[in-house]
């Protein structure tokens, strides 16, 4: 049975042409094109396009960022700690104390902007063309977001569990997520080593560490098996070689 772990982009063209309404194609082109989170769609207004110019201002809002550690008895002469520490983060780095009851405060706000193609700008004008400029453009949830990506990746032939994560081998639906995945490989298939277009998609995803973006620099299960192929010619033609000269 084949191993499937990423969808290409000739699946991901035929499922943006599945559907037979424009609301589900301009979900699915959306995704397909940016390889945004599946949140970050559900959130845009008709204020965020800028279609005439085929850009998307992608509003970024994060909660309960930060937690203030209070300190615990036998530190500081019962002066409070202070020392700040992420919202999942267990314990105090200066003091010791236990923040797992502690709860997180702040909020913290990043906007991007990112570019779509003229296929998606296209379906924005469409779909977009009697709504105001603070509306909502998408008023679908997030699960039915995920049962459109389901259903159109059955539609062309990818039905149930059919792909595996390549660092777990557990096998899952297809999910937003894998448009996400898909971009990021061919991105970096493009950038090479080139550090200016490899920062160019941490910015476009809006990952806060370059970590996060490198995670995606890995080879398609196809590019191994090419890479593996050109190694075992090169391998055993210099064995047959030394052979034939004996």
């Given at each position: ?214 995670g995606y620099n890995k080879l398609?299960?196809?590019?191994v098996q090419e890479v593996s ?18």
């Amino acid at each position: 049975m084949p191993i499937k772990t990423y969808l290409t982009p000739a699946e991901i063209q035929a499922m943006i042409e599945w559907p037979d309404n424009l609301r589900d194609r301009l979900i699915l082109s959306f995704y397909g094109d940016t390889g945004c989170r599946a949140s970050e769609l559900l959130k845009l207004k008709v204020e965020n396009l800028d279609l005439e110019n085929r850009l998307v201002m992608i509003p970024h809002l994060k909660r309960g960022i930060k937690k203030k550690c209070p300190g615990r008895p036998g530190y500081g002469d019962g002066r409070p700690c202070g020392r700040m520490a992420g919202k999942n983060t267990p314990f105090c780095s200066r003091c010791g104390a236990d923040l797992s009851a502690v709860q997180a405060e702040g909020i913290e706000e990043r906007n991007r902007l990112i570019s779509i193609g003229e296929t998606t700008a296209e379906l924005f004008r469409e779909y977009t063309k009697e709504m105001d400029q603070g509306d909502q453009i998408i008023t679908i949830s997030r699960q039915q977001v995920y049962n459109l990506v389901r259903a159109a990746a059955a539609g062309i032939g990818i039905k149930g569990k059919a792909l595996t994560n390549p660092e777990t081998g557990k096998k899952h639906f297809p999910h937003p997520h894998n448009f996400r995945d898909s971009l990021a490989v061919s991105w970096l298939e493009v950038a090479a080593t080139d550090a200016g277009k490899q920062k160019a998609l941490q910015e476009h995803l809006g990952h806060k560490n370059f970590e996060t973006t490198m995670g995606y620099n890995k080879l398609t299960p196809g590019k191994v098996q090419e890479v593996s192929n050109e190694v075992r010619q090169m391998r055993f033609a210099k064995l047959k070689e030394g052979e034939e000269a004996e």
